[in-house]
């Protein structure tokens, strides 16, 4: 049997790494921040849930490992980086990848052995020679990974190297965002009698035929002697072996749209079509049924069974699929509903651990609670100065390669789940370009409060679906006199009460790209940053089936207020002529309605400044717990918050 990690006992943290006089049949690998055993099972999509687990956990002690389902590399041990293709073959399970290769190249050829018996004929072996003059052979990567779930666990995908095609064509593909994912969701829960349900589509890029033939290359010695049948040694040169595209593959600039063209042909006489404005979100003509599409995974919204019948067999005539009625998942996403209390809570179990177990040979991880730093004010004094930019002290290129894995590892986990960190990753990403040795010291402090605070949690709760913001902006918090801007987007109630706060179905955080003049002109840029994002989302809601009433922006700057509502006659402010045209042109037309509170209550204040310590612990359990056992509890802290002495004071 295959030994379980052990549980961290302390912080969420890893272990110690066993000693080295340690049995070697007893060592285990360093505990992750994961699940108990039996919550992260039932979180696996599989008919086998005890085997799936031990298989999720870890796949060969000695020389790579597995982790949880959302990035489903191997990795090794030692080092934590990935392993590819070539590393594997150098494992004693050289024998069970090379099936996987092998198992690939009969599914895009004419089959392998008595394993598959016929293929897709994507891929012919050509001579090298018969090229047509100006078509370049592209690479083709070989892409390892354990699915297991999937009844194949080993896969091995071949992807073309795109950015060595030269396709000159539109190859934009039509995919929903997660704004618009959070919204269906929302609007699922809102819905009477509404369900949610997934299907993912089977080699949804393989098999389409191309309009124009594409060409790749491999070298004869990676090639598996399981697929001699083909005779591939007559077609080599120059140790390489060439190959004739003929359908879709994994890595064509085109292979997507493509795709997506004849899935909308092909639903086409069943009723089914995309909405005019918003990428990925499809309805139907007649039936009350409407569905999300993320490349191959679809996201159906029903009321009657019967509605996702039909699309079952209009997609059946052509596509092979698997179906979840539970919608336990989607875009790796965990989905729990309770359609009884109206919530569904998001999140992504195990993706941290991954993120950690990367980068665990970089950076000893200790515990911490605010994901940036802070500079605390100076009490006492009149003028408050800007930090002052640290010493250029200039950082390696593998340094800079670490921060921006980081931050590229991080930034969708904090754009899907955990919103508390997108300051950090903001502003870090904004400093990168000074290279200097604090930028290093903020991504390590922002990966000791990832492993702190593994495995966040939003949910959404049922609501009247009215899209609410909260609008805030800092002035000068940033260097080079820049000022930051911050907006909490949600869906609440058709009412005025500010306290049906519900899950973010976005976040602004960013940086104003001009220079500002005066405070009022920040919180202005603001309000115009969030009012501009707010028209796709508007936009959106009515096509999901939501109508929308004058959107409602609170904002805690009087100035900004009074100035947009008409009652400050505007002299010295035309320096930010066009934000305030745009916006109060939009109020005029019905789109936009503009409220005044105090700060204290405004949700957008968080992504605009770095806060102590003790804020981020008091604001985490407002924005990922659920909102409605713990809105009690958040409005009173955020009144306690009103009481607390504000700007220059004496000590």
């Known amino acids: 049997d295959i030994p379980l990690p052990r549980v961290p006992q302390k912080n969420n943290l890893y272990n110690k790494e066993p000693k080295r006089n340690q049995p070697q049949m007893k060592r285990r690998m360093p505990a992750l921040p994961q699940l108990p055993r039996t919550q992260l099972a039932n979180n696996i999509l599989t008919r086998n849930v005890d085997t799936t687990w031990q298989n999720e956990v ?58 598959i018996k016929s293929g897709t004929e994507t891929l012919v072996p050509i ?3 018969k ?16 699915r297991p779930q999937k009844k194949e666990k080993h896969r091995a995908r071949l992807v073309v190297g795109g950015d060595r095609v030269d396709y000159p064509y539109d190859v934009s593909t039509k995919t929903v965002d997660l704004d618009t994912t959070k919204m269906f969701l929302n609007s699922v829960i809102s819905t009477p009698n509404a369900r949610f349900m997934t299907m993912d589509i089977k080699d949804f890029y393989l098999g389409t035929p191309l309009n124009r033939y594409e060409y790749i290359r491999m070298q004869y010695n990676i090639i598996p002697d399981k697929i001699k049948q083909y005779h591939l040694q007559a077609y080599k040169h120059n140790e390489y072996v060439y190959f004739e595209v003929r359908r879709g593959m994994y890595g064509l600039p085109q292979a997507g749209k493509i795709a997506y063209d004849q899935l909308a042909r092909h639903l086409k006489p069943y009723g089914y079509q995309p909405v005019q404005h918003t990428p990925g979100l499809w309805r139907h003509e007649s039936k009350n049924i409407s569905f999300i599409l993320w490349v191959d ?158 495995d966040a949690e939003i949910t959404f709760r049922r609501s009247d679906m009215i899209l609410k913001i909260h609008t805030d902006a800092s002035y000068l918090s940033e260097h080079g006199a820049r000022s930051r801007v911050g907006g909490y987007f949600f869906l609440g109630d058709n009412n005025d009460n500010d306290s049906d706060m519900n899950g973010p179905i ?6 104003l790209k001009n220079i500002v003049s005066s405070a009022a002109e920040s919180e202005l840029g603001g309000v115009f940053t969030n009012a501009t994002r707010a028209c796709g989302l508007r936009t959106a809601l009515n096509e999901i089936g939501h109508p929308q009433p004058a959107t ?19 002299q010295q402010s035309r320096a930010f002529d066009m934000r305030y045209h745009w916006v109060k042109d939009r109020v005029q037309q019905g789109q936009f309605h503009i409220y005044w509170r105090p700060g204290f209550l405004n949700l957008a204040d968080y992504f605009t400044k770095h806060f102590p310590t ?38």
């Not at 090229?131 to 354990?146: F, L, M, Q, S």
């Not at 539970?326 to 993120?355: C, E, F, H, N, Q």
């Open 127 to 129: 001579e090298q020679s």
């Open 552 to 570: 409602p922006i609170c904002t805690d700057n009087t100035t900004a207020n009074d100035l947009i509502a008409g009652r400050i006659k505007q």
């Open 58 to 115: 870890t796949y060969n002690q000695k020389e790579h490992t597995i982790l949880p389902q959302v990035a489903h590399s191997v990795l090794c041990e030692k080092t934590g980086k990935p392993l590819t293709y070539r590393g594997l073959m150098k494992t004693r399970h050289k024998q069970v990848w090379e099936t996987a290769l092998a198992n690939e190249f009969g599914r895009l050829m004419q089959g392998v052995g008595t394993r």
């Open 614 to 651: 003790s804020h981020h612990r008091k604001m985490r359990k407002i924005y990922l717990a659920p909102p409605v056992a713990k809105l009690a509890e958040a409005m009173n802290y955020m009144l306690f918050c009103a009481q607390l002495p504000r700007g220059c004071i004496n000590p």
């Open 297 to 454: 995974d679809f996201g159906v919204k029903y009321i009657n069974r019967a509605d996702v019948e039909h699309l079952q067999s209009a997609l059946a005539s052509k596509y092979k699929f698997e179906s979840d009625w539970l919608g336990k998942m989607y875009v790796k996403i965990k989905l729990k509903w309770d359609y009884k209390r109206g919530t569904v809570t998001l999140s992504l179990p195990g993706y941290i651990a991954i993120v950690l177990e990367r980068f665990r040979n970089r950076h000893k991880f200790k515990t911490q609670h605010s994901p940036h730093p802070f500079t605390a004010p100076k009490y006492g004094r009149t003028t408050q100065f800007a930090s002052n930019i640290p010493d250029e002290i200039e950082i390696s290129k593998d340094d800079i390669k670490f921060l921006e894995q980081v931050l590229g590892a991080l930034l969708y986990y904090g754009m899907a789940i955990d919103c508390t960190m997108l300051v950090a990753i903001n502003s870090i990403a904004v400093n990168k370009k000074y290279g200097m040795l604090d930028t290093m010291k903020a991504v390590e402090q922002l990966l000791d409060y990832a492993a702190t605070h593994p």
């Open 131 to 146: 090229i047509p003059n100006g078509k370049i052979a592209a690479y083709a990567k070989i892409v390892v990974d354990i």
């Open 506 to 511: 976005a976040i602004e955080c960013s940086i």
